[in-house]
């Protein structure tokens, strides 16, 4: 297992459903610094989509590896809240996380290994009193404080076997075609899939293919750019983003708005030997 | 009183309707940190409608308590900047308070003893330009800054009897209904009302009721429910929310938007012998 | 130039069209702390419209004069990512500043005088894999971070002459009129001009005028007020805001929703000799 509390300054990052405009983050952190001040809290984001379980997985999956070694990644988006739903801690190869059990750690080992799983059992560390709706608040929140001040994981749970898988669906290779599916839009309306450089990679090398197109939404939009700035004007385009996979966007527009499209929307790499 | 900066990293808790698109909070916390580098500075929310005095109560009430004792919360819904209305500093059992006195410190007294108001009169300590329009960076920030520094309240200003109160109104009893306000909607379309546990409690005792139903909007939403997971597919339904008071939502959905109700919306606890 | 790295809590500051929706900014935070876990990290905005380099210039240029002496200014605004625009590092008087030469930082000049600018070249200080569409993560995070660590600006990269210019609007005087334009909208839909006070005084000397008034969207809306609570009801007002520039504002209204306007619209102060 990586060391625990090492350094005097841990950082710890927080991912959520909760938004900015209730207090719902900023007493999150309240509880945390009243049990350690010395804390680096960081927002990774708090606009994931009420309850949406796949994109927080997608987003902390693409983002965890960037923090300094032995971060506490903790993310609360948690349908659940108050039933019998296990809360986990695990620990990957460099790195903590903090979470319900219900799918949302469950990309980490696509990324890092995972080398321990425990269920949150040690409730003294909980706050006194806990409502059966805020689980941020009343639970996370306090274990997470607590274990950067070098509360070890075996303090306070059962180490358990492994975590939720999250069904999410993958790429799949037809001969000459992958299809995949948007999973993500951003502030710039640019849709982000699941189409990553190996996958492309594969196909590529088992077709023997010369030039592949993408294709979303019934649109050929030809081949991949290198940037946003090499892309045509007015009209969609494919690269490849800064998650490592195929995403659609308009220079200077919106492509969600402009295509009609959001996240689940197919989206295909078609593969041509000329 | 509490002692003053006892505590290397104090934390100053942020609250306004300044939005977070222009840099207003970014400016005050800089203003901050020229004064005071080793401030830990936490958002509590600047989605505040703006100038809603009564949400940043409201919200502010059910928040601080969680924070590190001896914080310093400062709040900036503040219509009357530049007029004669003064700003003060407030100390309660556990914390200090930072504001216009406008009414949005007045529910501070319902969860800890208020021992101490001060108006701010030191000008010395203000930003040497002073708007007529932006106190939040000319007077509070530097004021916020200097105290957690140890400039304690006798050198920022002069002992005054009380704050100003906030006309808030409260839930009233007639029989076997306790009839209340929804005072916050959150980002999950939660309708949060102002009708707390004491008060069901208090009904509940006094009229030897059996069972509640819980109506708004003219529906009746039958009985209370201990968890979202709990509440049944597409209906609105009521619990206990995070913030110990009743509220209604719509699982997996957006309450208000689906019963096209807001703050001020009434909702009545009923209580039935049978 | 100033000094690096004098004190051991350095304020970055972060401005970018990123949004909060996406991790981006929490990722380029992350990025930061691995290389300098004992930075003082603060928003300025990341609600920059889409690559809106004259908006960032406006904000910025308003505002890091409030932040601590020697703090580290970070600007991605950044339409030209992955092409051949320069990164580079401007040390003002008393500022450092960080960002893509594209025009963004080309208003700092107008409040302390640039000291030098560095393009800049050390690739070895970036992430070891950089995308073509991400650079506020891969070069300027990491570049921000070894700045603040002390890796001063020689061997970040070259001394160069200047920075971009900005093509920015500025007001222009023709007799007793002075012409400037709306030049960000805030969050309570007050219109922001770049009429500044000594370009009023300017005026009003020359002229030698008794009264000025100011219209926009062809209407006159009389003299500047004092403050918002001095403002007539329902009804837009001018008054110089926190900008220290006319801005249009109506008491607890939207003047940009109910005038119809936005960036860019004419705003006309007239100067009147009775």
Chains 1, 2, 3 share one sequence.
Do not use: C
């Amino acid at each position: 297992l990586p060391a625990v509390a090492e350094e005097p300054y841990r950082t710890v990052t927080l991912t959520s459903d909760f938004g900015v405009q209730d207090p719902y983050v900023g007493v999150m952190k309240g509880v945390m610094l009243k049990i350690n001040p010395r804390l680096h809290l960081v927002d990774l984001t708090h606009a994931i989509a009420p309850q949406d379980i796949r994109a927080a997985a997608f987003l902390l999956s693409h983002s965890f590896g960037f923090f300094p070694r032995n971060s506490l990644h903790v993310v609360v988006v948690d349908p659940g809240v108050g039933t019998a739903r296990r809360a986990i801690l695990v620990a990957s190869e460099n790195h903590f996380f903090l979470a319900p059990d219900n799918g949302v750690l469950g990309l980490i080992e696509k990324v890092e290994e995972v080398r321990a799983v425990y269920e949150i059992t040690a409730s003294h560390y909980y706050l006194p009193e806990q409502s059966s709706t805020f689980h941020g608040r009343d639970v996370f929140a306090p274990i997470a404080a607590w274990f950067t001040r070098g509360v070890g994981p075996e303090l306070l749970g059962e180490r358990i076997e492994s975590v939720q898988r999250l069904e999410l669906p993958a790429p799949v290779a037809h001969g000459t075609v992958l299809a995949g599916q948007v999973v993500h839009v951003d502030r710039f309306g640019n849709l982000i899939s699941n189409l990553d450089k190996d996958g492309l990679r594969g196909v590529l090398s088992s077709t023997g293919a010369k030039r592949m197109s993408v294709e979303i939404g019934g649109r050929d939009l030809g081949a991949l750019r290198r940037t946003y700035a090499e892309g045509p004007d007015g009209t969609p385009f494919p690269l490849i983003g800064s998650y490592g996979t195929v995403e659609v966007a308009i220079k200077g527009g919106n492509a969600a708005a402009s295509l009609g499209l959001s996240s689940g929307a197919e989206i295909r790499a078609v593969f041509y030997s000329a």
